[in-house]
Each structure stands twice: as structure tokens, then as C-alpha cells.
């Protein structure tokens, strides 16, 4: 039990993410993109320095890093903040549905990425499980009317494909990297605090959140842009990018069905056909078969 730990900490960060519509959808009341990521990022960097310390790290093995780690950081921290700021954009002007799939190409991308970078291998079964996974995905955003998926704006898709690229970057970078999560999470945040405070006073103006978005603001800062990321780099260190990714596919299924439950949106029928190929998809990902396990030993 204990070598599917990173399954564990994957799940977790499903759980959590799934949550980022309803808290972004009342944290940008009132502030544009730029300043609810800028103090998102502000409020995660307290937050997992605060985490850090308490689990035992010093200072000074937090804060002093040879050249070359602080260099591998900043390439993180800069990634994670260009695929919140493309992804933004992307939803300020396109189709909502059609920006939603193409976000969550990320977990193919980290796969493909892996094959590529990492030298990790695919199974048959694999391969199907990825494939639906990502069918569920559409399905769930379509309401299983995938003929009305049109595109008003290509551009606008294709910077949010490559912010979605950006993160799977950052998540295989994670690994190929094995820097301590704990470390490489304070960075991160540090970095991409810096870079979105560059673009905020380069693009908007410094703002401080108005009363109603500061919970949402202070929840994902904490949280779900702070918190899951020590999670989801543990996840990354310890397990297979391949089964990992795939369980993903479980977040926006679930935020389908918080925005159902909490903001009373109408529920459609295309949803349980979602959960269920989500589930097909983390099984045909996740199992591994016995005589798949014996030849490796070999």
C-alpha cells in the first residue's frame, strides 16, 4: 500500500483543484486576472514558507540554494505563473467550454512529455485509458453535444494550449529536476510572485482586493495555489508521471459537479457519462497487471 502514497497525494490535489471555478468565479470580483493572481501568489508564498517551517525547516535550508537549484526554480515559478495568466486571458475572450478542454490537455502533455524527457513507457492499455479520459473531459464540457463546440477565436485557444504546456512543463521539470518539495514549492512561489508582480504593474495597476473577493483570494492562495503544490511535486518525485496524469482527468468532472451542487447550475445527463469514463480511465491508467510487474523485475 504504502508504493501508491503518490497516488494519494495526486488525488488530493484533484480534490482541491476542482474547487478553482467556484473560488476564482467570486475571487475576481472586482480585480482583473493580473492582480487575483498577483496576490494569490502573495499569499501562497506565507503560506507554504508557514507549512515548511512547521514540518522543520531551517531558514537557511530554505533560503540558501546553490546557483544551479535557484536558476531550476525560477524556470518552475515562471512556467506555473505564464499558465495562470495565458489561462486567464483564454477565458476572458473564447467560449468558456471550449477553453475548459483545452486546459486539461495538460495531463497529456505531462505524458507525452515524459515518453519524451523522462524515457517513460506507455502501455496499450495506457494509451486507451489517456484517450478516455480526455473523451470524458469533452463530454463533461459539451453536455454530450460535441457538435456545438465552435471556436471564436483560435489565438485565444492556442495561448491557453500553451499555458496548459506551461504547467505540464513545469510538473515533468519537477521531476526531472528531484528538488525537496517543500523547497521547491517556496520558489516556485517566490519566482512566479515576482514575475505576476512585473506583468501587474506592466499591464494593470496594484490594487488591493476588494472585501468581497478576499476570502475566495485568501482560499486559493493558501490552498489550492499553495498548499496542493508541496502535494502534487511529492506526487511527481515519488510516482509515475503516466498514472499520475491520468487521475486528473477526475478535477473537471468534479468541478462540473461543485458548480451544479454549490451554484445551482442545471445538471446534465453528459456528467455521469463523464464520471463514469473517468473512472474507466484511472483504472485502465492505474492498473498495473501482475505479469506486467514480473517482467520488469526480470
Not at 492505474?286 to 510487474?293: L, P, Y
Request: charged content about 10%; overall charge positive; glycine content about 6%.
Amino acid at each position: 500500500m504504502r508504493q501508491y502514497h503518490y497516488l494519494i497525494y495526486a488525488f488530493s490535489c484533484v480534490l482541491i483543484w476542482s474547487f478553482i471555478p467556484i473560488v476564482s468565479r467570486f475571487g475576481q470580483d472586482g480585480m482583473d486576472s493580473f492582480q487575483f493572481l498577483f496576490w494569490s501568489n502573495l499569499i501562497s508564498v506565507i503560506a507554504v514558507i508557514s507549512v515548511a517551517l512547521a514540518s522543520g525547516y531551517t531558514p537557511a535550508k530554505l533560503f540558501i540554494l546553490p546557483c544551479d537549484i535557484v536558476a531550476k526554480v525560477f524556470v518552475l515559478g515562471f512556467l506555473d505563473c505564464l499558465f495562470y495568466l495565458l489561462l486567464y486571458y483564454g477565458y476572458s475572450i473564447e467560449n468558456g467550454i471550449a477553453v475548459l478542454v483545452i486546459q486539461y490537455s495538460w495531463p497529456l502533455i505531462i505524458i507525452l512529455l515524459s515518453v519524451v524527457l523522462l524515457k517513460d513507457r506507455l502501455s496499450g492499455r495506457q494509451i486507451i485509458g489517456v484517450m478516455v479520459g480526455f473523451i470524458a473531459v469533452i463530454i463533461t464540457f459539451t453536455k454530450g453535444q460535441i457538435t456545438q463546440l465552435y471556436v471564436d477565436n483560435p489565438t485565444a485557444l492556442l495561448l491557453v494550449f500553451s499555458g496548459a504546456f506551461c504547467f505540464a512543463l513545469m510538473s515533468v521539470f519537477s521531476r526531472q529536476y528531484s528538488i525537496d518539495p517543500y523547497i521547491s514549492t517556496v520558489w516556485l512561489f517566490i519566482f512566479s510572485t515576482l514575475t505576476s508582480l512585473v506583468l501587474l504593474l506592466s499591464l494593470s495597476e496594484m490594487q488591493l482586493p476588494p472585501q468581497g473577493a478576499l476570502w475566495p483570494t485568501l482560499i486559493n492562495g493558501v490552498l489550492i495555489n499553495g498548499v496542493s503544490y508541496i502535494l502534487w511535486f511529492k506526487a511527481m518525485n515519488a510516482g509515475n508521471s503516466t498514472k499520475i496524469a491520468s487521475v486528473v482527468f477526475l478535477s473537471p468532472v468534479l468541478s462540473v459537479l461543485w458548480l451544479v451542487l454549490l451554484l445551482s447550475e442545471p445538471f446534465e445527463i453528459a456528467y455521469i457519462i463523464g464520471v463514469m469514463l473517468v473512472i474507466i480511465s484511472g483504472v485502465l491508467c492505474v492498473g498495473v497487471k501482475r505479469r506486467s510487474q514480473q517482467w520488469s523485475k526480470r
